[in-house]
């Protein structure tokens, strides 16, 4: 059962790898769900009566208008597709890159009562994946919050916190291609490890230098 969205106009199968709202989802601990959506035994959820995230999508291009004109910086490569280095089931779609300041740019919408600090921490895990995929050292968050409020939030590349996550979505899609149910829960701690040991299978994480 493949799970396509709509990229540049054109289908993608979201089964074929890890993105940077399934970063999330890994790093809040949210696997069995997750790999039964990787594996096709399950539909991802619609998302298209669910007013914040339509809203998102809808306000993006307005969104980056916005932000050109409030920083005066111009924005290209709108969900560009790209892969990692090393790992060709980990990829992103940026919201766009910023080439005068060598900088992607993630649009987001969100509540009046938000502040940059909830939003760089509700996030975190999207933005790290999303900077270690395509290979920059720095992103901007443009955030409405509600309709009177705007803000724009750097965020610089974690590397401690990128080789965490890594680890924890290389042994995730372990999972997913031996078709192996995973925990209901996997605490992201675990992760700050180089093995992860399930049962008595001992799962290099990261090669060794």
């Given at each position: 059962?493949?799970?396509?969205?709509?990229?540049?106009?054109?289908?993608?199968?979201?089964?074929?790898?890890?993105?940077?709202?399934?970063?999330?989802?890994?790093?809040?601990?949210?696997?069995?769900?997750?790999?039964?959506?990787?594996?096709?035994?399950?539909?991802?959820?619609?998302?298209?009566?669910?007013?914040?995230?339509?809203?998102?999508?809808?306000?993006?291009?307005?969104?980056?208008?916005?932000?050109?004109?409030?920083?005066?910086?111009?924005?290209?490569?709108?969900?560009?597709?790209?892969?990692?280095?090393d790992y060709e089931h980990l990829y992103s779609h940026p919201d766009g890159i910023i080439d005068r300041v060598n900088a992607l740019l993630e649009c987001k919408h969100t509540n009046a009562f938000s502040n940059?600090?909830?939003?760089?921490?509700?996030?975190?895990?999207?933005?790290?994946?999303?900077?270690?995929?395509?290979?920059?050292?720095?992103?901007?968050?443009?955030?409405?919050?509600?309709?009177?409020?705007?803000?724009?939030?750097?965020?610089?590349?974690?590397?401690?916190?990128?080789?965490?996550?890594?680890?924890?979505?290389?042994?995730?899609?372990?999972?997913?291609?031996?078709?192996?149910?995973?925990?209901?829960?996997?605490?992201?701690?675990?992760?700050?490890?180089?093995?992860?040991?399930?049962?008595?299978?001992?799962?290099?994480?990261?090669?060794?230098?």
């Amino acid at each position: 059962m493949k799970n396509n969205q709509i990229i540049n106009g054109k289908e993608f199968d979201r089964n074929t790898g890890l993105g940077g709202s399934d970063a999330t989802r890994i790093y809040e601990g949210d696997w069995h769900q997750l790999w039964s959506e990787k594996t096709g035994k399950s539909q991802y959820p619609d998302l298209s009566d669910v007013l914040p995230v339509q809203m998102g999508i809808h306000t993006e291009p307005f969104n980056i208008q916005w932000f050109e004109k409030q920083s005066e910086m111009k924005v290209r490569g709108n969900n560009e597709h790209f892969v990692h280095k090393d790992y060709e089931h980990l990829y992103s779609h940026p919201d766009g890159i910023i080439d005068r300041v060598n900088a992607l740019l993630e649009c987001k919408h969100t509540n009046a009562f938000s502040n940059a600090k909830k939003v760089a921490d509700k996030y975190k895990a999207q933005l790290q994946h999303n900077m270690m995929v395509c290979n920059y050292n720095k992103l901007y968050i443009s955030a409405f919050f509600g309709n009177l409020k705007y803000e724009v939030i750097e965020v610089d590349e974690d590397k401690e916190f990128q080789e965490q996550l890594l680890s924890a979505e290389l042994v995730f899609w372990h999972y997913v291609q031996a078709d192996k149910e995973p925990p209901e829960y996997i605490d992201f701690s675990n992760f700050n490890k180089k093995e992860w040991h399930e049962g008595r299978t001992i799962i290099p994480i990261l090669s060794r230098s």
